[in-house]
């Protein structure tokens, strides 16, 4: 404690961070770590493994999944959601009680509205509502309750609440299952705030072996990459751009993106960058789909110097609420790791350029890729009711909640995790054929006619009397 009081009254009096992170010159690019220059100063290490592939299969035809939705967002903050897909696989529309909900229509309120209300779930919306939504909302659903029984046409009818925006999203999403022997697959693993690549370690050895083209980068710094010592160098559209230089330069025809945490928020910025080379996606406690803003009131604002020392508590304080158990296993964990070993400067910098406010719920929803929320139970961080909110907006969404695990669920139960994401990466929808036409039938003259022509060419046959005909 002491040397961190030293080092941050050095801080302050230099203006300069003492933990400065630079690259590691002594890496080779044998071992599987390159450095790769994304802008002029700004260098990211990145771990690339491409395993030794013994056969190449080509990619399997999967299922074609139609995703049609309507998204109405009305000036009071009210979202309304409108499921159109004809031929949707109930498998695809499982809801996070179990339930399915085909053709559903959920109404939620946005995090910024003052009067903002629990998400309802409609199974089967009525035919009224559906086309009154075409027109903007419906009444029901704009006032929550049905009309009462003995409502006379007298009274007042309530004005119909224009839209402040409509987003329709109509296209085919064909999803494969996506297996490690393909050529033109590859998984890019993004860490969050404070973490690095070699939290990836168990991941990134265990779908190797499997044949997996992995790519990990490690954010501005954080683990070995450059760290400028400028605040507008973290800032989210900083990053965002480092991970979209990132994945030109790796990615493949079919994608796969693993995000932690604050990492969740860059794979779903490429998601959208590009739609059509993301296969699947997986979000690891990543929070609910809120747009992104630094908390003004937060230990972070504090002067850096400040921040250095109390280094020592930050550390304690995320092994406490990262980890469900904090004993030598996990500290040793972290050390070997580098997880949260980030300078003071960097950590108040990423804390407060955290400001993304595309992100909200309805970009969330414009979301066609499959994804897989992976939860710990005991995460402090982020609460499972977010992550319960994901998997509602979503169009596919599959919630998986493990109740060994915290936020660094990935470290703490690697085998569960590595499970759930290879089971994942091999899911493909369930394909149902189109209905069968039958064959018209014949015009009911001729099929008279067919027989009265049978009944004479055959003799009649005397049945015995029965106790009905009796």
């Known amino acids: 404690m002491l040397t961190s009081f030293i080092e941050g009254l050095l801080c302050c009096l230099t203006s300069k961070s003492a933990n400065t992170v630079v690259p590691v010159e002594t890496s080779e690019p044998a071992d599987g770590y390159e450095f790769v220059e994304v802008k002029p100063g700004r260098v990211l290490r990145v771990r690339h493994i491409i395993p030794d592939r013994s056969m190449v299969e080509e990619p399997t035809q999967g299922g074609s999944v139609s995703c049609k939705r309507k998204i109405t967002v009305y000036r009071n903050g009210q979202l309304f959601i409108e499921n159109l897909g004809e031929r949707a696989s109930p498998e695809l529309k499982t809801c996070p009680n179990g339930e399915t909900q085909p053709n559903s229509t959920v109404e939620v309120e946005l995090t910024d509205c003052r009067n903002s209300s629990t998400p309802v779930n409609i199974p089967e919306p009525r035919a009224d509502s559906v086309s009154a939504g075409n027109n903007g909302a419906s009444e029901t659903g704009a006032a929550g309750e049905a009309p009462a029984a003995g409502q006379t046409d007298q009274q007042p009818r309530k004005r119909r609440r224009k839209p402040k925006r409509t987003v329709v999203i109509d296209c085919e999403r064909k999803i494969s299952a996506c297996k490690g022997t393909h050529s033109d697959l590859a998984l890019f693993f993004i860490h969050g705030v404070g973490?690095?690549?070699?939290?990836?370690?168990?991941?990134?050895?265990?779908?190797?072996?499997?044949?997996?083209?992995?790519?990990?980068?490690?954010?501005?710094?954080?683990?070995?990459?450059?760290?400028?010592?400028?605040?507008?160098?973290?800032?989210?559209?900083?990053?965002?751009?480092?991970?979209?230089?990132?994945?030109?330069?790796?990615?493949?025809?079919?994608?796969?993106?693993?995000?932690?945490?604050?990492?969740?928020?860059?794979?779903?910025?490429?998601?959208?960058?590009?739609?059509?080379?993301?296969?699947?996606?997986?979000?690891?406690?990543?929070?609910?789909?809120?747009?992104?803003?630094?908390?003004?009131?937060?230990?972070?604002?504090?002067?850096?110097?400040?921040?250095?020392?109390?280094?020592?508590?930050?550390?304690?304080?995320?092994?406490?609420?990262?980890?469900?158990?904090?004993?030598?296993?996990?500290?040793?964990?972290?050390?070997?790791?580098?997880?949260?070993?980030?300078?003071?400067?960097?950590?108040?910098?990423?804390?407060?350029?955290?400001?993304?406010?595309?992100?909200?719920?309805?970009?969330?929803?414009?979301?066609?890729?499959?994804?897989?929320?992976?939860?710990?139970?005991?995460?402090?961080?982020?609460?499972?009711?977010?992550?319960?909110?994901?998997?509602?907006?979503?169009?596919?969404?599959?919630?998986?909640?493990?109740?060994?695990?915290?936020?660094?669920?990935?470290?703490?139960?690697?085998?569960?995790?590595?499970?759930?994401?290879?089971?994942?990466?091999?899911?493909?929808?369930?394909?149902?054929?189109?209905?069968?036409?039958?064959?018209?039938?014949?015009?009911?003259?001729?099929?008279?006619?067919?027989?009265?022509?049978?009944?004479?060419?055959?003799?009649?046959?005397?049945?015995?009397?029965?106790?009905?005909?009796?």
């Open 195 to 470: 973490g690095s690549l070699d939290i990836w370690g168990s991941q990134l050895d265990f779908f190797s072996h499997l044949g997996y083209e992995v790519i990990a980068p490690d954010l501005a710094g954080h683990g070995a990459s450059s760290a400028p010592q400028i605040a507008a160098a973290y800032t989210f559209y900083a990053l965002a751009e480092d991970m979209r230089l990132i994945f030109k330069r790796y990615a493949r025809k079919r994608n796969i993106l693993i995000g932690h945490s604050y990492g969740v928020s860059f794979c779903t910025f490429l998601a959208h960058e590009f739609p059509d080379q993301i296969q699947k996606m997986v979000m690891i406690n990543g929070g609910g789909p809120t747009a992104l803003e630094p908390s003004l009131c937060s230990i972070f604002n504090l002067p850096t110097c400040v921040l250095h020392c109390l280094s020592p508590l930050l550390a304690w304080s995320f092994l406490k609420a990262g980890f469900a158990r904090q004993g030598a296993k996990e500290k040793q964990l972290l050390k070997e790791n580098n997880a949260f070993n980030v300078s003071s400067f960097v950590l108040r910098a990423m804390m407060s350029g955290q400001y993304w406010p595309e992100g909200d719920e309805v970009y969330h929803a414009e979301l066609t890729v499959p994804v897989l929320l992976v939860h710990g139970m005991h995460d402090k961080f982020v609460p499972v009711e977010e992550d319960q909110r994901m998997a509602e907006i979503l169009l596919m969404a599959f919630l998986k909640v493990l109740e060994d695990g915290s936020h660094m669920i990935m470290m703490e139960c690697p085998e569960a995790v590595n499970t759930l994401l290879h089971e994942f990466f091999l899911w493909e929808p369930i394909t149902i054929p189109p209905p069968k036409k039958e064959p018209k039938n014949r015009p009911e003259t001729a099929k008279a006619h067919s027989d009265s022509a049978k009944a004479i060419s055959e003799p009649a046959k005397v049945r015995p009397a029965t106790a009905r005909q009796i």
